[in-house]
């Protein structure tokens, strides 16, 4: 008796100790792409040396819509979301990690149209010099945004994309003078698609993200081992290396 309680004792440590975390991660390059040579991007660099500093295993599935991806997570189906923003919404059924770097929306415009837009300072801004500003058809991207997007629909100043290089091909053909996103993503994809590309001075959002875990398929004892990892890997410099080589802080 005494042997198999003990067995059972350490078959539920063992269980308790597990940390296999499941991601559908979606194609976002630089973040995250998986081709040929496995998956790769700047997220995933981090994601994996946080993952393996805690000692855990990932497990990624296919690459799914973002709504779906979304249905499954509120399911307990996924375990792991990358790049997420701490809301209290979400805290309702997820837990957040420490920040593990920091998103930057950046607005960028043509060369040759530099001089005209360089002194750019709010949204409002944009709107009383009669540009035209391309925006993500989706997502949060700063108080400021928010309060001028009725003026800019009113004035007809606003369009939008569903994909970073849509964008791109529309400020290239002239649709816009300004698009707005992801500094890092924008770059990278004017550089694949050859448009050179410049940014204002004026940023209108950068905040940190975090790994968001579920609340229901896992534990406060993985998340504190992620933040470990976490803690120690910005102390030994690990992650800020890998962020530095992608060009992001």
């Known amino acids: 008796m005494r042997l198999l309680l003990a067995a059972l004792l350490f078959h539920s440590a063992g269980l308790a100790a597990a940390c296999n975390l499941r991601i559908a991660p979606e194609e976002w390059p630089p973040y995250f792409h998986n081709d040929k040579s496995g998956p790769g991007g700047v997220d995933y660099e981090l994601l994996r040396a946080i993952v393996d500093q805690a000692g855990c295993t990932l497990q990624i599935e296919k690459e799914m819509p ?135 001075a004026y940023v209108p959002f950068r905040a940190p993200v975090h790994l968001m875990l579920n609340a229901a398929s896992t534990t406060q004892a993985q998340l504190a081992r992620i933040n470990q990892a976490i803690t120690q890997l910005e102390q030994n410099g690990a992650l800020p290396a890998i962020r530095a080589r992608h060009g992001i802080n």
């Open 66 to 200: 973002p709504a779906r991806r979304n249905v499954l997570f509120l399911q307990g189906k996924l375990d792991l979301q990358m790049a997420a923003s701490a809301t209290d919404e979400r805290r309702g059924f997820a837990r957040f990690s420490l920040p593990y770097r920091q998103e930057t929306v950046g607005l960028f415009t043509v060369p040759e149209k530099l001089d005209k837009l360089r002194t750019v300072g709010s949204f409002q801004d944009i709107a009383a010099r009669r540009a035209s500003l391309l925006a993500p058809r989706l997502g949060y991207y700063g108080d400021d945004y928010e309060r001028a997007l009725p003026l800019l629909n009113a004035e007809g100043r606003r369009s939008t994309f569903g994909t970073f290089e849509q964008g791109i091909k529309m400020l290239d053909a002239g649709r816009g003078d300004i698009i707005m996103g992801d500094a890092l993503a924008l770059r990278h994809t004017a550089r694949l698609h050859n448009v050179k590309i410049v940014a204002l």
